[in-house]
């Protein structure tokens, strides 16, 4: 890639780094994150229009098959809704090849995120968990800002999960109570020494799979809760996700964000309005 004595700079942490250095190159000013050790890991920013009068069009393309730390990211890129998303120990691998333009953003990436923090990722949702998880997002594909499908696998354990939140999974998004349900009390936090499922998120909904254990979530090999028997669709995924009010669809900041994020059904409308009066935007902890 053609370049004209770029600034540098260079961080590590936990024996892994960024190398990270301005170009030029025929398509316009770009930025290149590498992976140090030296190797063919890299993913470069390219910004290919800065007309004042437009939203900048910048096109992200690259991979890292060894993990960054999760916090290099955040401090390079000046997002630290990544590290009280994630948790300051998960490390990132994975794919990108996204583009945003007048329309928003639209592409692919994949993603492997290991020591995930469940309590950060979900502190601002209705579902509560707390312990550590693996998340591989083997696709992930968007289109003007919207989700069009997303396929993930998450694992983890031990850890907790408020009663209430298990509750919800059964009431909300469907899910079967197992063997072990029923030894759980109201009011407070739920052990679980397993978390195992398979998730897609498509138009036609969330379809979760744990078929490989003995439970979406179990306990000493018992299972506390089951995946539902077929996909939940995405009302029920935002009402499951959103503070808890007595709408059946939440008219909250979190509850308007996740109708113009998740995947429209086919028979759908054009675009998913909040109530009026409502902003929408994503959950305070991922706001920069």
């Known amino acids: 890639m053609p370049g004209d004595s770029p600034p540098t700079a260079d961080t590590k942490s936990g024996g892994v780094g960024l190398h990270v250095e301005c170009v030029t190159t025929p398509l316009g000013r ?8 030296a190797s063919e890991d890299e993913i470069v920013i390219r910004f290919l229009d800065d007309s004042p009068d437009r939203v900048p069009a910048i096109e992200v393309r690259g991979c890292w098959t060894r ?3 999760i916090t290099l990211l955040a401090a390079i890129l000046d997002l630290p809704a990544l590290t009280r998303v994630c948790g300051t120990a998960s490390l990132l691998g994975g794919s990108i090849d996204v583009r945003r333009g007048d329309d928003g953003w639209s592409g692919s990436l994949t993603a492997d995120l290991a020591g995930v923090d469940l ?4 502190r601002d949702l209705s579902l509560r968990l707390d312990g550590s998880a693996r998340l591989t ?6 289109d003007g800002d919207r989700l069009t499908r997303l396929a993930a696998r ?7 999960i408020a009663a209430d939140s298990l509750v919800a999974l059964v009431r909300t998004l469907g899910c079967r109570p197992g063997n072990a349900f029923g030894a759980t009390r109201a009011g407070g936090a739920v052990r679980f020494d397993h978390l195992a499922a398979a998730v897609t998120i498509d138009a036609s909904g969330l379809t979760i799979d744990a078929s490989t254990g003995p439970g979406l979530l179990a306990v000493g090999g018992v299972g506390l809760i089951e995946a ?12 499951a996700l959103s503070p808890v009010t007595p709408l ?13 994020m998740l995947p429209l059904p086919p028979s759908g409308p054009a675009t998913a309005h909040p109530p009026a009066g409502e902003a929408v935007g994503p959950p305070p902890s991922l706001r920069r």
Request: net charge neutral; charged share 10%; aromatic share 4%.
């Open 154 to 160: 998450i694992s983890g354990g031990p850890g907790a």
């Open 228 to 239: 539902p028997l077929g996909p939940v669709g995405i009302d029920r995924v935002v009402q």
């Open 67 to 69: 993990p960054v730390p």
């Open 248 to 260: 059946v669809v939440p008219a909250t900041t979190v509850s308007g964000w996740l109708l113009a």
């Open 137 to 142: 997002l083997s696709e992930v594909r968007f």
């Open 30 to 37: 770009a930025l290149r994150l590498c992976t140090e050790p």
């Open 119 to 122: 309590g950060s990722i979900t």
